[in-house]
């Protein structure tokens, strides 16, 4: 196994046993069998567990963000179509996963942001880069007479990124989708529509 290879194996347990159990419920020597990885080779990579904790939040973002960054940018179809394609894409991965998508930034957000202020400086650039890539889509869509111009971008998109984050709670809470339905419709059909 290679030095890339060993660090992906502790980030990709790591990852596993935070969104299933959560970061303080999981121990060092849990994730390195799961990894199946000495406990030296975790020190070569990683500091601390609070350090193998920003990457993991790090890697869990860049992924999150190309995912989005592809559907966002992808100019044959028009702004607001994409934005709300990024939506019906998640809809339909909660409905395939039964409603039990954990995200593990939020998950990692509620858990331990107050008590480390490294892992919550990581947390709030992940956020602030989504935001940003919503908030891009909403200005495209404004430029091309889809959303209101009196909008202001960033603020509708933290406004979005909020929300989507209270209904992908509600969502696991009511195992329904009824409000991510209701979200994309007062989204799209109220706050978005011109």
């Known amino acids: 196994m290679t030095i890339a290879e060993t660090r992906e194996r502790i980030l990709d347990a790591s990852s596993q046993a935070i969104i299933a159990k959560s970061y303080n419920g999981v121990g060092l020597n849990e994730i390195l069998k799961n990894a ?81 202020e490294p892992v919550r400086a990581a947390i709030k650039c992940g956020m602030d880069q ?29 406004f979005i990124q909020a929300s989507w984050e209270g209904v992908m709670i509600r969502t696991q809470i009511d195992r329904d989708i009824a409000p991510v339905d209701e979200f994309v419709g007062y989204i799209f059909d109220t706050f978005l529509k011109r």
């Open 36 to 116: 199946g990885v000495p406990k030296g080779s975790f020190y070569h990579h990683f500091k601390s567990k609070e350090d193998l904790a920003i990457a993991v939040i790090e890697k869990s973002t860049a992924e999150h963000l190309d995912r989005v960054r592809e559907f966002l940018t992808d100019r044959s179809r028009s702004p607001l179509e994409r934005l709300r394609e990024a939506f019906r894409l998640a809809r339909e991965v909660l409905v395939e996963q039964g409603f039990n998508r954990e995200c593990l930034v939020p998950k990692m957000a509620l858990e331990i942001a107050n008590l480390s």
């Open 130 to 158: 989504f935001r940003s890539l919503v908030a891009q889509c909403i200005r495209e869509a404004q430029a091309a007479g889809e959303v209101d111009g009196s909008h202001d971008p960033e603020a509708l998109a933290g």
